[in-house]
């Protein structure tokens, strides 16, 4: 594996290279590709507005719960030749099960044209390779090589680049966690484009163009600041105090278990709009009787 990301990584570079050269052909209009995770609603774990994952180790009805998780890419202009996306997480947090999708994001052109999938069990990291090139002389001499497939999907939703879980257990220490894109220059996330027909330019990924998936791992349910087993005013109240104090430059006064669980919207803030919610849940519960705060989240009073 590592000689195939060499080549690969080689290639790549060599194909910035004649970017380089025909740079002044070129002009940078802002435009870049972007990839992100979706997490998907099961059993243990809430999806919040923000789309970070919310996982009570106390309410959990498994000793191990198994988060599915989408990558997807998102092309607007259709220009990506090839990709490799890797990223990877805290050891607490397992990654395993890497899939391709049954429909690929791409238009497969063969003979050049393969998806590999693969990881790293010892350092937690996941790969996806798109496409996985098989090397020969003369592949390398032609131009065109990378650019034998393109984007399949209207919507990118719809197609991901791969899936994969991501394990927590009742052991996993509370706190917050993400699984983040690996950015490096050498063999990390990467991709290739073509910004004009003649041009080519690689484009390595930031924390903006890719962001993490987040994932809150508490003891206490969501928006139940002081762990009395139910949400209601009392932990608005607390929630509204935390953000005064967060307002007036001191710290939340919150433990961290209390901090995960106020920021209820996942925005990594504490504020009015986290108060709101834990209010609009507790009459909400009062309306339709003992809910869970998935479905608050899932109807349209939650924005
Ligand atoms: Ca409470
Ligand atoms: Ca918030």
Not at 8 to 23: D, F, G, K
Not at 72 to 97: C, E, F, S
Not at 272 to 294: C, E, P, R, V
Request: charge should be negative; hydrophobic fraction near 30%; include cysteine.
């Amino acid at each position: 594996m590592k000689k195939i990301t060499a080549v690969l990584a080689s290639v790549l570079i060599s194909a910035a290279t004649l970017s380089a050269m025909s740079a002044s052909a070129y002009e940078d209009d802002g435009y870049s590709p972007t990839l992100y995770f979706k997490a998907q609603e099961s059993e243990d774990f809430i999806i919040l507005n923000s789309g970070k994952v919310y996982y009570n180790k106390t309410a959990a009805k498994n000793d191990e719960s198994t988060l599915n998780v989408n990558t997807y890419v998102r092309d607007d202009k259709k220009l990506i030749g090839g990709l490799i996306a890797r990223w990877q997480t805290d050891p607490a947090i397992k990654l395993t099960n890497l899939k391709q999708p049954e429909t690929l994001p791409y238009y497969v052109s063969e003979p050049y044209y393969k998806v590999s999938l693969t990881g790293n069990k010892d350092k937690n990291f996941l790969n996806v390779y798109y496409p996985q090139i098989t090397m020969t002389e003369q592949n390398v001499k032609d131009p065109n090589y990378h650019f034998y497939f393109d984007v399949t999907g209207e919507n990118t939703d719809d197609y991901p680049l791969a899936s994969f879980d991501a394990l927590v257990t009742k052991d996993t220490p509370t706190g917050e966690y993400s699984v983040d894109f690996i950015y490096d220059n050498l063999g990390g996330t990467q991709m290739l484009y073509k910004p004009t027909a003649d041009d080519r330019k690689l484009f390595y990924p930031t924390e903006e163009t890719a962001p993490g998936l987040k994932i809150g791992v508490t003891d206490r349910l969501l928006g139940d600041i002081d762990n009395s087993g139910n949400v209601d005013g009392s932990d608005a109240t607390l929630c509204l105090k935390a953000f005064g104090k967060i307002v007036n430059g001191q710290s939340s006064g919150l433990t961290p278990e209390q901090e995960i669980c106020a920021d209820v919207d996942g925005n990594g803030s504490i504020d009015g709009s986290d108060a709101t919610l834990i209010l609009k849940y507790f009459s909400y519960q009062l309306s339709f009787g003992d809910t869970d705060f998935n479905e608050l989240i899932k109807s349209n009073l939650n924005k």
